[in-house]
């Protein structure tokens, strides 16, 4: 038996096998692994040699980056190109002048991580410019360390275990849903898929799961339909009536929060004028007062988790909802204790929660990047676009860099980006974009210099992750496809090059690598009091399943224990409802408290406006698999699917399979409509990821494949984090009866031998 893995879950195959069979004793396999050998071995999507942008040999700088032809060339040429451009940049503007930060997935491996290799790279090449945070959540990466005194990361990992919300929570607040399609996921991989599992077991133990999302989603007890954006309204309104009950646990406040006073002034209006009712909220969300008064007094009897998706924050002003729910969880004052609280990000993938031991299992050793530049992720377009130019950040002004080199690797931009009409424009800025990918995505398809990878089904890697109790041995299962190369080798060539073969290899080659990082997990194991087979036992077997490795954690436990010996590393020492420090950034768009912000569109829509919600696709992982079987299966006439509401359609006369065409300020894009009543009537919702595809029809340029990165918004949510605000996005909608174009993205690009 041989294994690998992906994102998506792990698998186990004999030699000579042509598919994928998911790992024995997976309770819910994804689906979209279905679609990862036929998208992996699809050459017309793969880039099968190293090919070059016509334009860009002939001495263009970048002007017709978006629309040009290749040439392919050999390797050493490529790599004598990548190596050369590289020198020229750093020698001519310095390294700040080369852009490291691509962001991306990327593919599983603890080797083969595409960015760490090209991060080793450039840093052992003098440095980059990086980026900070993620696209998924970038609010909440910025705001948690002031407001709780912790990263992201390591919230995460004290997480409240799922089986403890089962056995002690009556209600389950869940904003943006808990969803079994998000948690196909987990980054680095996952042996198991526990969540859809959970879901059944929370029916079963009778707890009550409150969805509150404009899309119904897996929900199957209550669901609020609240309009787009409004939350933190909502939870406002549920801190005012318990205030008004005399329900707010007055002594968790006092010993466990800064700052209640000023909340609670805001809450009951006295430092705005506008008391926080229900009903006022009800006109915010377009829900019913009695509902927001009836789910209040529930709340303030039971026990509750608060859990938020992580979607919430990747909105306008996505601070607010997120503060505000830790504020109504402090309000509830069951934070600390089994199975309530507060949560962020159950489902969102499939290890936030799960009961298992955390062991930091090492990876590619990074090197000291020497360049302190840096932007926020999702400011790559106003970088590229406005060298220099200022912008406010976590209590700082800061200045664009000037970048000239772009090198991207294990990430899809022309995927992830807002307005990607406007990353068009910003992408034509840069004097060279060099890209290193095994298919050919909207973005291969705007390099100058595209390097093709192998995918992880072609090369051996180790999966190891440190909420995961399997590491498997990751076997190669098929030879590579055309002149494939692992990002790895081809970073040694450019190292070759530029004199850093040594440096970069420290004299291993990949296998060398596996058993340096097995033997490294050696030592991590016998310091968590087990122990790792060697290398060869590993490798001839292929998985080791870790002993007890279950262990159900609380968030907050210890500092709810003993606030005083633990305190949390915020300026109080406490979780803060007012930040001293965020108030004093005197920012306009992230006051001092959680408040309701209007967002910058979608507060009120005119008549034919809808709410665009562009979610994580039920098919594949973000563009990856698009083009396999599972989700070109599910696309109609061969485009994206977009729910809407049976109203909504008959006022547009629109019927289920007729193709739509969606427009925004920023774009438009045509897709198939699909009729569902479990949306909101004044909600779109078109899953991300579908290849971005512009063709120019009677003289209008569109995305014909249903992306709707065409259509959102290229905008921080805040000066605070600067996170990106793809769900906030209102659109126009009408029936498409227009020519319907082929697909290009179906096809590689003309390129020339
Ligand atoms: N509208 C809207 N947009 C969104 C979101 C949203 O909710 N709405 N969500 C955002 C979120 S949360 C995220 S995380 C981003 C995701 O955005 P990305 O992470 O950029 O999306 P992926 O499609 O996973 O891109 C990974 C790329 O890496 C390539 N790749 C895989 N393995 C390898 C390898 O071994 N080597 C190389 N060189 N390349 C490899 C794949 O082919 C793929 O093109 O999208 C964001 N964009
Ligand atoms: N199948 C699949 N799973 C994935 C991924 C994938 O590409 N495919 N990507 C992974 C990644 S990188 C990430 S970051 C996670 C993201 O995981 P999430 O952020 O949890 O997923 P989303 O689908 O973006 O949004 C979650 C929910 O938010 C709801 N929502 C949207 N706007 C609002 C709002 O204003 N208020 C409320 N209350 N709800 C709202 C939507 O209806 C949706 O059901 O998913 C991961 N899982
Ligand atoms: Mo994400």
């Known amino acids: 038996m041989k294994y690998t893995a992906a994102h998506w879950g792990s698998y186990q195959f004999e030699v000579g096998d042509t598919e994928l069979t998911p790992l024995s004793g997976d309770p819910a396999p994804s689906r979209i692994g279905r679609g990862w050998v036929s998208a992996a071995r699809n050459s017309n999507a793969r880039v099968m040699s190293p090919v070059a942008r016509k334009g860009w040999l002939n001495g263009d700088k970048g002007a017709g980056r978006c629309d040009d032809s290749f040439v392919e060339i050999g390797w050493d040429h490529a790599l004598d190109l990548a190596a050369s451009e590289l020198d020229r940049v750093r020698q001519t503007y310095g390294n700040a002048a080369i852009f490291g930060g691509s962001y991306g997935w990327s593919s599983a491996g603890r080797f083969h991580h595409a960015q760490s290799q090209m991060r080793r790279l450039l840093a052992l090449a003098g440095g980059f410019t990086s980026s900070r945070e993620t696209y998924s959540h970038a609010t909440a990466e910025v705001l948690f360390p002031h407001i709780i005194g912790l990263s992201n990361r390591a919230f995460q990992d004290q997480m409240t275990a799922m089986p403890l919300v089962t056995q002690h929570c009556d209600i389950v607040l869940a904003f943006g849903g808990i969803s079994a399609r998000t948690a196909q996921i987990t980054a680095a991989g996952t042996s198991t898929h526990e969540v859809g599992p959970w879901i059944d077991a929370l029916k079963d133990s009778g707890v009550r799961v409150v969805t509150i999302a404009p899309e119904r989603g897996e929900a199957r007890d209550d669901w609020m339909a609240i309009r787009p954006g409004t939350d933190s309204a909502l939870i406002l309104a549920l ?165 000239r080199l772009v090198w991207w690797t294990g990430g899809n ?18 004097e060279t974009v060099i890209v290193n990918e095994h298919s050919w995505t909207a973005t291969a398809r705007r390099a100058d210099l595209v390097l093709p990878a192998t995918t992880p089904l072609e090369r051996d890697d180790i999966m190891m992750n440190r909420r ?53 997990s050696q030592e991590v194991a016998q310091a968590h009091g087990f122990a790792l087979p060697d290398f060869e036992t590993f490798r001839n077997t292929g998985r080791f399943d870790l002993p007890d490795a279950v262990e159900e ?27 001293e420090t965020i108030a004093a950034m005197g920012l306009p768009d992230c006051p001092g408290h959680p408040a309701w912000l209007a967002p910058v569109e979608g507060a009120h829509l005119k008549p034919g406006e809808f709410h665009l919600i562009s979610g994580q696709p039920a098919t594949r992982l973000h563009s990856q698999n698009d083009m396999g079987r599972e989700a070109q299966a599910a696309k109609r006439q061969g485009r994206e699917v977009c729910a809407l509401h049976p109203e909504a359609a008959a006022t547009l006369g629109v019927r289920d399979g007729d193709l739509i ?79 319907v174009p082929a697909m290009r993205v179906t096809r590689p690009p003309t390129i020339e031998t």
């Open 553 to 579: 954690r609380i968030a907050f436990k210890r500092f709810v224990g003993a606030p005083d010996a633990h305190k949390l590393a915020t300026e109080s020492g406490k979780i803060t409802l007012f930040n």
């Open 413 to 430: 931009p022309f995927h992830h980006h807002q307005d990607l009409f406007r990353l068009e424009r910003a992408w034509c800025r840069p």
């Open 661 to 739: 065409k969606l427009t925004s300020p920023r774009g438009a894009c045509l897709c198939a409509a699909e009729l569902r009543d479990d949306l909101r009537a004044d909600c779109l919702s078109l899953p991300t990821g579908a290849w971005f595809d512009p063709q120019t029809i009677n003289g209008e340029t569109i995305d014909v494949h249903g992306n709707p990165n065409v259509l959102t918004i290229d905008q921080g949510c805040s000066s605070l984090s600067q996170g990106n605000i793809a769900h906030t996005c209102v659109v126009r909608a009408e029936k498409w009866d227009g020519p």
């Open 239 to 403: 801190i005012h009536e318990i205030l008004r009950l005399g329900r707010e646990d007055r002594k968790f406040l006092e010993t466990y929060t800064s700052g209640w006073a000023e909340l609670e002034r805001y809450v009951r209006g006295q430092s705005d004028g506008t008391p926080k009712t229900p009903e006022w909220a009800a006109a915010i969300c377009d829900l019913d007062a009695t509902i927001i008064t009836t789910l209040a007094a529930e709340l303030a009897r039971k026990n509750v988790m608060v859990s938020m998706a992580w979607g919430m924050q990747r909105a306008d002003h996505g601070e607010q909802p997120i503060w505000a729910g830790l504020a109504l969880a402090c309000v509830l004052g069951q934070i600390g204790q089994p199975g309530t609280g507060y949560a962020f990000g159950y489902g969102s993938t499939t290890p936030v929660g799960r009961a298992a031991k955390l062991i930091p299992w090492p990876s590619l050793p990074g090197v000291q990047n020497a360049v302190p530049d840096f932007i926020p992720v999702a400011r790559i377009a106003d970088a590229l676009l406005n060298p220099g130019a200022p912008y406010v950040y976590n209590g700082e002004t800061r200045h664009y860099p000037d970048l």
């Open 468 to 520: 995961d109790p399997t590491l498997l041995y990751m076997s190669a299962m098929f030879e590579p496809l055309g002149k494939a190369r692992d990002d790895h080798t081809i970073f040694v060539g450019v190292a070759e090059r530029l004199g850093l073969q040594e440096a970069f290899t420290e004299g291993r080659d990949t296998d060398g690598w596996l058993r340096h990082i097995w033997a490294q």
